[in-house]
């Protein structure tokens, strides 16, 4: 009865002020609306009312509101005003949302830097880039993400910290110059990302594996020509994540990297013909989702090196293109994949064959998985990969 009554007596106020000439004229709904989610009672009904504040899309009304909840006592209310004033765009919203992300501890600043990312005000740079230097890799990432979004103002400060101390930092710098080459003005995108072009290439040879793998990711949307050299001479990475994504970027270079791929499959390292197989399995799938570059002459040279790899019973390339294998369907790949699997095999590998609908591959994964303390998932049905559908 009692929250009632302080329900009823925010109504009367909110709907007098609108009488008396308040900067906002509210219906009765929406006045009861703001009454319970401004209230200190069941956080889901105040989340419920926030919900239907929202829905009314109306960010004269609302954007007040959901300001005035970034200081509730509630965390959960606090970061749901946040994402809601993401969601609106509410620019003016910047500077009591950069006031209120210093005050929320590591586990609720997440709808915070989300909502200034969301809302792309270069107002925001220097608060996320200063909270990033502290962050861990989790919160630095999503902090990378939110930058990404404001603006060319971002890329110094980003190219700076590749060079940081921490590994988070210079993984989480690396991930937001490659979400700023898509989020960014194509138009300025060369120019503007020119200074991060050197500066990322060491960085595919850190100690630390996630730092390479963000590098590399970054490098895929970037695409600058002057990468390819390196990712090639790094396409022996030892951890099969970084590989995969080494493999992958190499593969949007097309012709370039057909060029020089032979020379790394006929590598003496397993490693770089892992890899190596990999990037000419990812070349040759193209025409899988892009039919029209289907008869490109580097997917045609990328399929013959592999097809001539299976007849001589490769392993390693098996193993390294495993997806094209599955993908192809034929008979005589079925033992040279289980074989493969033993002699050069991977996790990823494993969760290929596990489900791409064959059971004597799929025997073969779990067999493999156990023997090496792995747990791999069985999917509903054919996975990623399924046996003969290209």
Known sequence: MGRRIWVGAVVALLLAAAAAGGYVAYTHSEAYQIGVAR???????????????????????????????LSDEDSTIRGKAAEYLGFLGAK????????????????GRGPFIEALGTIGDPRAVAPLVALLESADKDEARAIAQALAKLGPE????????LAGPKPALRAAAATGLGRYAVEGDPSTMKETLAP???????????PVADVRAAAADA?????????LTSL?????????????????????????AIALLPSAFQSTDEHVRLGAAEALGAIAEIGSYDPGQAGASYV?????LLDEALSKRDLVAVAGAYGYYIRQGRPEAVPLLMA????????????????????????AAIAWATAHGYTIETGTGPGEYKWGKQ
């Open 92 to 107: 003016e919203a910047v500077v009591p949302l950069i006031a209120a992300l210093a005050k929320q501890d590591p586990l």
């Open 154 to 161: 971002v890329v110094p400060a980003l190219v700076k910290r």
């Open 196 to 206: 991060a072009i050197a500066p990322l290439i060491p960085l595919l040879y850190d």
């Open 219 to 227: 490098m895929g949307n970037i695409r600058d020509p002057k990468f």
């Open 39 to 69: 209230g200190h009672g069941d956080v889901w009904a105040r989340l419920d009312a926030m919900g239907e504040l929202f829905n009314r899309q109306d960010p004269g009304g609302t954007v007040p509101v959901f300001v005035e909840l």
């Open 232 to 256: 090639m001479l790094a396409l022996g990475d030892p951890d099969e994540r970084v590989r995969e994504i080494i493999a992958r970027v190499i593969s949007y270079y097309g012709d370039a």
């Open 340 to 363: 493969a699997l033993e002699a050069h095999g991977h996790r990823r590998m494993a969760n290929g064959l596990l489900n791409c609908g064959v059971q004597e591959l799929h025997d």
């Open 300 to 304: 045609k040279a990328a399929r013959a």
